[in-house]
């Protein structure tokens, strides 16, 4: 079972790494690489699922008998690109921000924001 | 067993990841995080997963993380709180994933729940109803493709999201000064750039086979945009975003991205018209299976060519974007002086 399971329990830690990275570390580019991390560990679930053992890679032969399953790696192989096009897209989001708050640290980014809703309170009450 | 030492590799270079405070060894990692789990995927057997893995996640992503970082700088500040919430968050999760596992079917079982429901429908009758022997191509092009277009789709849309963050217009005289700043640049490392000259053009046939080869081996549109992107990404890399920009002109490979994603429609409604369901590609052809292939070689064109403009728009946005970062902050440089 230690065995049959193993695989298993590799994806659970590194999905719980990705998350922790995600939670718990401020800066933004590492939270996308948790990201990337916690993505990646779903894809090691789905093809290992896929496995069969003795089986061969999903092209036809007629020597070959026992073929794993190809769904999931289909699914996987869209999953990848859609990842990546996805993650693109964040770190642009990323460059902006950098761009108009000058850092991509998370805590920075709030006590700016603060400050600036403090401002605008002030401003409100004098009126 | 070499599955489980690829694995245990992984959990070493993620907590590697945790625990390193500079940018720039965090992406570096990222990309071997990338290889080890395409390694992982060939030993269980999914080839074309692998093939994408490789060319995704220890390429492209790793490139792009890079531009980003010389963008926002590679130190990463220490946080002052105590992170004792989130590890306890983290650990509840995984028990109570663990607990999850426990009658999940072991690894390798012929006879889980997964191998019983449509896969072999799929092992056995593609040879007669598609007539291509790689499974996950019939799979991913004709049996599922309604899913492939809309995935296709989020790519397309992806792409159009990152143009429209970063894009920014210039004026011609500064597009020129950029241009001298960028060739002076990249004057250097002449072997580099002779080595890959010689490399791009073997880079190119390479992607054009794994596009076309995708019925019979690991293949098709989805690697072969990967492939062909980065040689494109190599070449702006040694020989600067305005050169690349006049091998490949940025407004035609959006209108290629464009009809890559109509073109794969486009053989949907074909098919429509022809009196058969969307994407049903039977009936393209008097034949069925010529249909099969007829549609396929289209549908996987439309997705060649779409991840292809999309990650080549993709980095010449970032890219751009860091252009104009630089060029502004020399202006400022200059007054200052």
């Known amino acids: 079972m230690l065995i049959g399971l193993f695989n298993n329990w590799v994806v659970i830690v590194l999905m719980m790494s990705g998350l922790y990275i995600v939670i718990a570390q401020g800066n933004l580019i590492k939270k996308l690489v948790g990201l990337t991390i916690f993505q990646t560990s779903v894809f090691i679930f789905y093809i290992s699922m896929a496995k069969v053992s003795g089986g061969s890679a999903p092209i036809l032969d007629q020597e070959i008998s026992v073929y794993s399953n190809p769904l999931p790696h289909v699914l996987i192989l869209t999953a990848i690109v859609v990842g990546i096009a996805t993650t693109a897209l964040g770190l642009s989001l990323v460059v902006r921000i950098k761009e108009s708050y000058g850092t991509i640290e998370e805590e920075e980014i709030q006590q700016q924001d603060n400050l600036q809703n403090q401002k605008e309170n002030k401003v409100e009450v004098k009126e | ?337």
Request: net charge neutral; proline share 2%; glycine share 10%.
């Open chain 2, 1 to 337: 067993m070499i599955n489980i030492v690829l694995l245990s590799l992984l959990v070493v270079v993620a907590i590697g990841i945790i625990r390193m405070k500079d940018l720039f060894a965090v992406v570096m990692l990222t990309g071997i995080y990338g290889l080890l789990s395409a390694s992982f995927f060939v030993a269980m057997d999914a080839v074309d997963v692998a093939f994408t893995e490789a060319a995704v996640g220890a390429g492209i992503s790793t490139l792009l993380m890079l531009v980003v970082i010389t963008m926002t700088g590679r130190k990463e500040k220490a946080t002052r709180h105590k992170p004792f919430a989130a590890l306890f968050v983290v650990v509840i999760t995984g028990g109570l994933l663990v607990y999850g596992t426990l009658d999940m079917p072991l690894f390798g079982s012929a006879d889980a729940p997964i191998h019983n429901h449509v896969a072999p429908r799929y092992l056995n009758d593609s040879m007669q109803e598609i007539g291509i022997p790689n499974v996950v191509t019939s799979v991913l092009a004709s049996y599922r493709a309604f899913d492939t277009f809309g995935e296709v789709v989020v790519i397309f849309t992806a792409g159009i999201g990152v143009l429209a963050m970063l894009f920014a217009h210039r004026r011609r005289e500064e597009d020129e000064k950029l241009a001298a700043i960028n060739d002076s640049m990249h004057e250097k490392h002449l072997v580099i750039r002779i080595v890959t000259k010689m490399l791009i053009p073997f880079i190119l046939l390479f992607a054009l086979y794994v596009q076309f080869h995708g019925d019979y081996g690991p293949g098709g549109g989805f690697q072969a945009g990967v492939i062909f992107s980065s040689a494109i990404v190599l070449y702006a890399m040694l020989f600067g975003l305005s050169a690349a920009r006049r091998v490949v002109n940025q407004g035609f490979i959006q209108l290629m991205a464009a009809f890559g994603v109509l073109c794969y429609g486009c053989v949907g409604i074909a098919s429509l018209l022809n009196g058969g369901n969307f994407f049903d590609y039977n009936v393209l052809s008097n034949d069925p299976v010529a249909g099969q292939h007829l549609g396929i070689l289209l549908i996987e064109w439309g997705v060649g060519v779409t991840v292809a403009s999309i990650m080549i728009i993709i980095f010449f946005s970032f890219a751009g974007r860091r252009e104009i970062q630089q060029y502004v902050e020399q202006n400022k440089n200059k007054e200052s002086v």
